[in-house]
């Protein structure tokens, strides 16, 4: 089966969208969102880390929305069968570095690949970026629940983006606000709003 295609704009649903945005110096728009993640964190008191729990779920609402598939690049647009993400890594020489993982439909064998790709980046102080997916990165800022995150870049910045800081706790529940940031070329606010409660669905539904 074909994993990645160049798209024919001519024939692309929201070509409209994309021959407006495409050229714009400032393309991307910032949403918002409250998640309840409770059951991700029993999820995570199994042993399993929150990071790849919701890098895990971010792929599968991705996946199951048919825009997210669509890539822009430097001489078009592409369309992926499956979708990829990424997160920063520490490496033992204390520098930062990108990580992909690509998606896969079983938690174990994700976290696997999760694991083997932190730790490769950890110890070799590189980067691990492969092209096997449309992407939807990640950047996690652990220190401070942050009530929204802007992430203001250059038109030549294609990725779709998202964004978190600190969870939340409330008696038995705990809350995560996440931050889409996407390019309006390929997705506008109908179908951010569909991946917000995919993800939510997300969320409710995963076990380990």
Known sequence: METMRKVDLN???KKMMYDMFINEASPSVCVT????ITNVWKQKKK????????CYCILH????IEDFHYAI??????YYENMKTNAVVNGKDGQLYYADYKYSDNYLEFEKEYKRVTNYCYENCTCFI????AQIATSAIIDYPFTAISLDVSSDFW????????????LFKKTLNMTLRFHHATIDGQCAARFFNELQK???TIKV
């Open 202 to 204: 997300q969320f409710n």
């Open 33 to 36: 969102g409250k998640f309840d």
């Open 61 to 64: 609402a991705a996946q199951n």
């Open 159 to 170: 990725d779709h983006y998202v964004m978190w800081g600190k969870y939340e706790s409330k």
């Open 47 to 54: 042993g399993h880390s929150l990071n790849c729990l919701l």
């Open 73 to 78: 690049k430097e001489d078009g647009l592409y």
């Open 11 to 13: 024939t692309y649903p």
């Open 130 to 133: 492969e092209d096997t997916g």
